[in-house]
């Protein structure tokens, strides 16, 4: 489809995608927004949308195109297709209303090329609207800046990933001063004469993978503190938090940078007491977990630009209307905030326990209204609304202030026909984490809320032993920052319900570093690996010099040949019990490992048995044996055959941790 075939499928614009529209032209930052999200969507191949079904830019998407407020879980493929389908509309609308900003074009441009597809289909469109950018006057403060960094020191002292990003910030902050223009972007070449003053090719090609690594390498021998002050995002006064900025912009370079401002920091913190090749590991695995697209491939000068790109779009989105703050200043005491208006500050829950029992909507919001009624009690916070809203949106129920505030009289309270829809230990232990959630607050659970929650722990007939374990979990489950004690919480609570990964998605925790524990007897199990595979190639080389004879030797002769079988035999014996040695170090990790797994929802690994594997050295060493060559190699070969087994259960043990570190779970 050409461009102009985009426009003329304008003419029968879905309606929705109108109202879309209507509303960007109110906006630029909501028109940039939308862009860039469309574009994205557009550029996900059909096998690919149901891996982008729980992305921000998919989720703003479905919920303002596909006209639907139930779960994503319970959409189809021919949903998710449909929903991209509108993402075409509304991209070729906004070329024909001319809503494009240079902005949008930096980020939609790096998009749209990663496929070439979309590129043919869209490429047009993007060139038209960057020719459209009318002529910029030179700017005497950008130009100084320009060529100020070829020799400043702080610029010198850094390696050439970190110059790069040092540069596209300090370009993104000139937008913020003097009234610049952000359509510098588009007309100006200042990005590629810094790079070049800068002894940086604009136009070298790297992927988004190969940047990330690079770039942790380069943050590593630097300094963290340093890279989180080139990476500072500042409105006036205030910093912005990585994890608020996440998401906002559907560009994959830039998210890949805001969440490395966020997980390497974190990583630091979780190995302060590691060594430094360990702190590499895992900081190099926070940053394989946090590009999705590590093939997408950019040139410096574009990747520069996008993210220059999104700090503008950020800082719009974010910074509050003058207008809008004073109204609210002078409302504020007067009315708490509402839930259409919490509903807008939130990314939205991607699953939820209660939708896999299959429970019917007023059963839904049946466990919804008793979260209000016991958990919460008196006037919601906003903490408590939002995840209310969270909660209420991905079971497609009511959760608006009207409602909270009708089940908070306790004229109208009735805890029996709660209980009705309260059934099976499941939903009820899952109602049991989010109450305690709810509930919970600076680490510590509310203690009115704590007896109602037990109270109903009661009715549910749970042992208060059990009761007050399980709570103790959920609060553990609300409020810790330590990865490892949230792993260990779902170990022990995963065999009752799902909800934990609710919590876990709710509160955008990282799991990086959760299972170093585990990862300590790996690591022990890899040193005795080498020292196997070492002494395997030795042994066979020994049994292959201790050849079989034919005829008649002499005595002596015969005597030596004995002897040397004899001390094979040995080394054989020593190599079988080292290779028992390492089945049972192995076996101690995948019995440790196979407790997670189970727990996020991976199948575990079984331990190979040594049954079936005949490994028996020849104790026949006499000169005469014939065979006894042939059957040590044999025995060889098949005690290597089981070493290489219990080496491959471990790498899957290992494989599946570390998927749960990155947030993939079964």
């Known amino acids: 489809m050409e461009s102009n075939e985009l426009l003329a499928d304008f003419e029968a614009i879905d309606p929705r995608v109108g109202h879309l529209l209507a509303e960007a032209k109110l906006s630029q930052a909501a028109s940039d927004q939308l862009a860039m999200d469309a574009s994205h969507l557009v550029g996900v191949s059909e096998?690919?949308?149901?891996?982008?079904?729980?992305?921000?830019?998919?989720?703003?998407?479905?919920?303002?195109?596909s006209g639907k407020t139930a779960s994503l879980e319970r959409a189809t493929v021919a949903d998710l297709v449909e929903v991209q389908r509108m993402a075409w509309q509304c991209l070729a609308g906004m070329q024909k209303q001319g809503l494009f900003s240079a902005r949008a074009i930096a980020v939609v441009r790096n998009n749209i090329s990663q496929l070439a597809r979309t590129q043919h289909r869209l490429g047009g469109l993007v060139l038209e609207q960057t020719r459209k950018v009318g002529k910029l006057t030179q700017d005497v403060r950008v130009i100084d800046w320009r060529d100020s960094i070829k020799v400043r020191e702080d610029y010198l002292a850094l390696p050439e990933l970190l110059r790069v990003v040092k540069a596209a910030f300090e370009y993104a902050d000139k937008f913020d001063e003097h009234g610049n223009a952000v359509e510098r972007l588009e007309q100006s070449h200042d990005l590629e004469l810094a790079f070049t003053g800068l002894g940086i090719s604009p136009n070298r090609r790297i992927t988004l993978g190969e940047f990330a690594t690079r770039l942790v390498e380069e943050v590593l021998s630097t300094g963290v503190e340093r890279f989180s002050a080139i990476t500072r995002i500042g409105i006036g006064e205030r910093s912005l938090d990585p994890a608020r900025v996440s998401g906002l912009v559907a560009g994959s370079a830039f998210n890949c940078i805001i969440d490395l401002a966020e997980e390497i920091p974190h990583a630091m913190r979780?190995?302060?007491?590691?060594?430094?090749?360990?702190?590499?590991?895992i900081c190099q695995k926070a940053a394989r977990a946090v590009v999705l697209e590590p093939d997408f491939e950019y040139d410096l000068a574009n990747l520069a630009k996008e993210i220059v790109a999104g700090l503008a779009l950020v800082r719009d989105l974010l910074t509050p209307d003058p207008v809008r703050q004073v109204a609210a200043a002078q409302t504020v005491a007067a009315r708490a905030l509402t839930i259409d208006e919490l509903l807008a500050q939130h990314v939205p829950l991607k699953s939820h326990a209660?939708?896999?029992?299959?429970?019917?909507?007023?059963?839904?919001?049946?466990?919804?209204?008793?979260?209000?009624?016991?958990?919460?009690?008196?006037?919601?916070?906003?903490?408590?609304?939002?995840?209310?809203?969270?909660?209420?949106?991905?079971?497609?129920?009511?959760?608006?202030?009207?409602?909270?505030?009708?089940?908070?009289?306790?004229?109208?309270?009735?805890?029996?026909?709660?209980?009705?829809?309260?059934?099976?230990?499941?939903r009820q232990v899952a109602w049991i984490i989010d109450a305690a959630f709810l509930a919970t607050r600076d680490g510590a659970i509310d203690p009115k809320s704590r007896e109602?929650?037990?109270?109903?722990?009661?009715?549910?007939?749970?042992?208060?032993?059990?009761?007050?374990?399980?709570?103790r979990n959920a609060v553990t489950l609300a409020s810790s920052e330590s990865p490892a004690e949230i792993a260990e919480v779902v170990c022990l609570i995963h065999a009752e319900t799902r909800e934990w990964a609710t919590i876990i998605d709710f509160r955008k925790i990282s799991l990086v570093g959760a299972l170093d524990g585990i990862d300590k007897s790996w690591r022990e199990d890899l040193k005795m690996c080498m020292e196997i595979r070492s002494a395997t190639m030795k042994h066979r080389h020994e049994v292959a010099m201790s050849w079989a004879t034919v005829g008649d030797e002499g005595f002596m002769m015969g005597v030596a040949i004995s002897i040397g079988r004899k001390m094979a035999n040995g080394s054989h014996e020593a190599l079988v019990e080292k290779v028992r040695s390492y089945a049972s170090l192995c076996s101690d990790f995948i019995y440790s490992a196979n407790r997670p797994l189970r727990a996020f929802g991976f199948d575990p690994v079984d331990v190979p048995s040594e049954f079936g594997f005949e490994f028996a050295a020849d104790?026949?060493?006499?000169?005469?044996?014939?065979?006894w060559n042939d059957n040590m190699q044999r025995s060889l070969d098949n005690l290597e055959r089981y070493f290489d087994a219990l080496e491959a259960a471990a790498s899957s043990s290992r494989d599946r941790l570390g998927a749960i570190e990155a947030g993939h779970w079964a």
């Open 270 to 281: 979780i190995t302060r007491s590691e060594l430094n090749g360990r702190r590499t590991e």
């Open 47 to 65: 096998d690919r949308l149901e891996q982008v079904r729980g992305a921000s830019f998919f989720l703003r998407l479905w919920y303002k195109l």
């Open 354 to 426: 209660l939708l896999a029992l299959d429970a019917p909507t007023p059963e839904r919001q049946a466990y919804v209204d008793v979260l209000v009624a016991v958990a919460i009690g008196g006037e919601a916070n906003a903490a408590q609304r939002s995840f209310l809203a969270s909660v209420a949106r991905v079971l497609d129920v009511d959760a608006s202030e009207q409602r909270c505030e009708s089940i908070r009289n306790p004229a109208v309270v009735d805890i029996s026909r709660f209980l009705s829809t309260l059934t099976g230990r499941k």
């Open 619 to 627: 104790e026949t060493t006499d000169c005469k044996n014939e065979a």
């Open 452 to 471: 109602r929650i037990l109270q109903m722990c009661q009715l549910f007939d749970m042992k208060n032993q059990k009761a007050e374990a399980l709570l």
